[in-house]
């Protein structure tokens, strides 16, 4: 035998890459297929379920195409609602009844096919966020289906539906404009109170980025805060009323004590502060009692408290009562506004250890400064009603009523 190295074959070896070749998107075949499973079950979902779970059908790649047939019964135009060519059936969520009981199966439905396959959520999100921004294609009786349908979804906890999937499409100008938001998101309203209460509402919208946006559903014309009340009144949502007008009380109250508590800072005139209040208070309607615990609130926000240092806590304290004297006393113009203010001097002596001590000295200064009344003192001293610390500041406010009874009596 030959130790010779047998001959190799020459050259440069050529690699060639492999090329993944996917089968083309075949949307109509897919809705056919699941139409017929429709069709086969006369329409029954609880059949039509089971039947779709068992199917090999590719829903990864057509779960919009899915969704449309659920939704309309058939394929639709790309960018459109109008159906698109191929087989229909008739069990769809636009073709039942525009109630509660009809739509509310579809619903049930939905949240077994989302079980078995949750990777669908996203695409139930993407065709419900198409067709909410092409409400104007739909008839009246579809977008109230449509709406009743969404409420539904989020009343009965549809798994992984972000909110703001539905309420952001909605805010296109035109859908606006011609009140078709404003019709929608009234049924929705409606709907979603019935199984939820509304503070569940309340969280929904702050989820969906909506809670201090809810005059944007409105058209221009009608959007105050007298066309919002007017509106949802006539449609029987008073509490989402009620809410909204307490909101926009909280944020006029907010409002003024940002204002109040730059020109205390800056240490503006007194007169310059009490217009500014009066303004505010003409301009928001506000309560006397508001603001008059809000005046307290602002003067003693800008005490500057010295750590653990008593005395300088009281001097800094009974300075700042001083000072703004004539402004309490300036809103302070009845019997029941000085109690308010003895009653907020009492919670805050309460609440803030380092005031816990300082109650009488502050009743002390307000009287001295004409702000409360001798009677108002008494009265809280006799017959007050908040518990809070009351014991203690009743006990430690003795000596200064005591005096008030015999310099009385002297009279």
């Keep these: 035998m030959s130790s010779k190295e047998r001959p190799t074959l020459g050259g440069t070896r050529i690699k060639t890459l492999k090329r993944n070749i996917a089968a083309p998107l075949d949307p109509a075949t897919f809705a056919d297929a699941v139409v017929q499973i429709y069709v086969d079950n006369a329409g029954d979902l609880e059949l039509v379920a089971k039947a779709i779970e068992s199917s090999d059908l590719n829903f990864s790649r057509y779960g919009d195409t899915f969704f449309e047939v659920v939704f309309t019964g058939g394929r639709t135009q790309p960018g459109t609602t109008k ?19 009809a739509i509310l199966p579809f619903v049930l439905y939905i949240q077994k096919i989302l079980r078995r396959r949750p990777f669908l959520i996203k695409n139930l999100e993407n065709v419900m966020r198409r067709f909410l921004q092409s409400l104007e294609l739909f008839e009246e009786n579809e977008r109230k289906r449509l709406a009743i349908f969404t409420a539904l979804t989020f009343s009965q906890k549809l798994s992984g539906l972000p909110p703001e999937t539905v309420f952001q499409p909605l805010l296109k100008d035109n859908l606006v404009a011609k009140g078709l938001v404003l019709s929608f998101i009234t049924d929705f309203f409606k709907e979603y109170l019935v199984d939820s209460s509304l503070d569940d509402l309340i969280a929904l919208l702050k989820r969906g980025k909506m809670e201090d946006n809810l005059l944007e559903f409105f058209p221009t014309a009608k959007r105050s805060p007298e066309g919002f009340a007017e509106h949802f009144r006539k449609e ?22 940002s204002a109040l508590t730059s020109q205390i800072a800056e240490e503006a005139d007194i007169s310059e502060v009490i217009e500014t209040v009066k303004q505010r208070v003409r301009d928001a309607k506000l309560p ?30 009974l ?7 004539t402004l309490l006393n300036t809103f302070c113009t009845t019997g029941k506004l000085e109690l308010e203010l003895i009653y907020k001097v009492q919670i805050q002596c309460y609440e803030d250890a380092k005031l816990m001590k ?6 002390r200064s307000l009287y001295d400064q004409d702000v409360l009344a001798e009677d108002t003192i008494l009265l809280w001293f006799r017959k007050g009603t908040n518990p809070k610390g009351r014991q203690t500041f009743v006990k430690a406010l003795e000596p200064f009523v005591k005096w008030l009874e015999e310099a009385e009596e002297e009279e």
């Excluded at 159906?83 to 009981?101: F, N, Y």
């Excluded at 300075?319 to 004297?325: D, E, F, I, L």
């Excluded at 300082?358 to 009743?363: K, R, S």
């Design 83 to 101: 159906p698109d060519e191929g087989d229909r059936h008739h069990s769809s969520i636009l073709d039942c009844e525009p109630k509660r009981e």
């Design 236 to 257: 029987g949502l008073i509490a989402l009323v009620e809410y909204n007008e307490k909101k926009i009380f909280e944020v006029k109250l907010k409002e003024m004590k």
């Design 319 to 325: 300075r700042q009562v001083k000072t703004w004297a």
């Design 288 to 317: 006397d009692i508001e603001v008059v615990r809000i005046l307290w609130d602002v003067i003693m926000d800008a005490v500057q408290w010295s750590g653990k240092n008593q005395q300088q806590n009281a001097n800094s304290a």
């Design 358 to 363: 300082l109650f009488p000295e502050i009743v």
